[in-house]
């Protein structure tokens, strides 16, 4: 069975950065698009970030261009997500999701991820 485990989250004032680390129970995660995904109390969850399987290739939201990073560290079979320059309405629970193998379909598209964690709470104080 698939598992992905979320860690890195935390409280942070406004300016400062954490990195979330997403470990996955499968052997490779360099054949499945990576993505992090977010939820804000009251609000649907939202794409935050994607790395696509072929090519590594990298996809954010507007909203963390510039001030968010995504990576991965295949012989480890984790993704990070580097934040920096945190502001409060960064807040949210985080989490990591995984395509199925190979997946061709687009990274934002929510569900296109098959695998989810079960999140990591960030919060962001003024």
């Known amino acids: 069975q698939v598992q992905l485990t979320e860690s890195g989250g935390g409280f942070v004032q406004a300016g400062g950065s954490l990195r979330l680390s997403c470990v996955a129970s499968f052997s490779k995660v360099s054949i499945y698009t990576m993505g992090w995904y977010r939820q804000a109390p009251g609000k649907e969850r939202e794409f935050v970030a994607a790395m696509i399987w072929n090519g590594g290739n990298t996809y954010y939201a507007d909203s963390v261009k510039g001030r968010f990073t995504i990576s991965r560290d295949n012989a480890k079979n984790t993704v990070y997500l580097q934040m920096n320059s945190l502001k409060p309405e960064d807040t949210a629970v985080y989490y990591c999701?995984?395509?199925?193998?190979?997946?061709?379909?687009?990274?934002?598209?929510?569900?296109?991820?098959?695998?989810w964690g079960p999140g990591t709470q960030v919060t962001v104080s003024s």
């Open positions: 999701a995984a395509t199925v193998p190979y997946y061709i379909g687009a990274s934002t598209y929510r569900d296109g991820y098959h695998y």
